[in-house]
């Protein structure tokens, strides 16, 4: 929405007359003016046009202003939405009073001064304006949010492959070219530096391939997310001696687009690296459920829990690690929620997946387990 862009202002009152004086009043703003004579319509007004301001008269037959208001309330649409009443009979502090507690933003009495009706209005209108244009700009952010951390997995997926394929081709062949010096029984004295090279190489094209995998799985696009996800949970298990288990629901877990299932991984990769980091846990169980049109990962742990702030996501509470997995969930219009269990965390989130969860790819689901590379350093 543009700074020039008109919004709507609702004007509900069962007199015709009224509404007249309020249009020709408000008139100068600018603004779309809507004009409603009973309540009914006034909520049908409401259903199918973004209302900035709601000008409403509280005696009207059938329904009255404040049973109107209650009702626009109750919509999770309108909870925000400016109500100012206009009353020439209901003026009393306890009638200004029950209007408050029904969300009004003003109670005017009648007959209203002209330009303070304006200039109430022309508040109101204004600061809905500039909300439509920060939930804009957010909209924007988090699109280009999404675009940078797509970014950052093709640079992962590129830089893996150039371990694995460049630097880790070039460390076996030093290695089968030392291994070629040695005699395979016995190794004599001088060759002995020749043996520590082989074995030191050895350990490079090890880290080399956990570097790799980690940067980017190859499981994750060769035989899916299942797969990738049970080799990470195995590795980080035998790396950190936290004992780690996966469970899948349904058996024939679905596949997804790469984009999800991606997004699924790394949200699991950061939930078990927090609970690596600073969980102090034996135990963690990873859970991965496909149900009612959404994917639900469950990441619990056995550790000494985390701060309210944190669990409650307050701004300055969390740190790059959760920020990126609520990046993560938000991309897909997810919603993630941490949970102290006294012992433990519990990181939930929850993927609505009715609109990409049918992936391009035409690859059966694969089954659990699968026999996962078998590295030395793997883990969190």
Sequence with gaps: MSDNEKVNVLMVDDQPGKLLSYEAILGELGENLIKATSGREALEQLLKTDVAVVLMDVSMPELDGFELADMIR?????????????????????????????????????????ELLRAKVSVFAELHRRARQLEGLNDELRRLSGRLMTLQDEERRRIARELHDSIGQELVAAKMFVDGLLEPKQIPSDQQPAAEASRILDRAIQQ???????LYPPMLDEVGLLSALQWYVDGLSKRSGIEASLEVQPTNFPRFAPELETAIFRIIQEALTNVFRHSGAHKTWVS????????????????????????????GSIGMGLG?????????????????????????????????????????????PVAAPKLDRIGA
């Design 324 to 368: 990126g997995l609520r990046q993560r969930t938000q991309e897909f219009r997810g919603e993630l929620r941490l949970t102290n269990l006294n012992p433990g965390t519990l990181v939930e989130v929850v993927i609505p997946c009715g609109d990409v969860g049918a992936s391009s790819r035409n690859v059966s689901s694969p089954g659990l």
């Design 288 to 315: 991965l459920t496909q149900r009612d049109g959404s994917v639900v990962v469950q990441v619990r742990d056995d550790g000494h829990g985390i701060a309210e702030q944190i669990a409650l996501l307050r701004p």
């Design 208 to 214: 080399v391939r956990s570097m790799s995998h980690l």
């Design 74 to 114: 109750e919509h999770p649409r309108f909870r925000h939405t400016a109500i100012i009443f206009v009353s020439a009979v209901h003026l009393t502090d306890l009638d200004r009073l029950k209007g408050y507690q029904r969300g009004a933003v003003d109670y005017l009495a009648v007959p209203v001064v002209p």
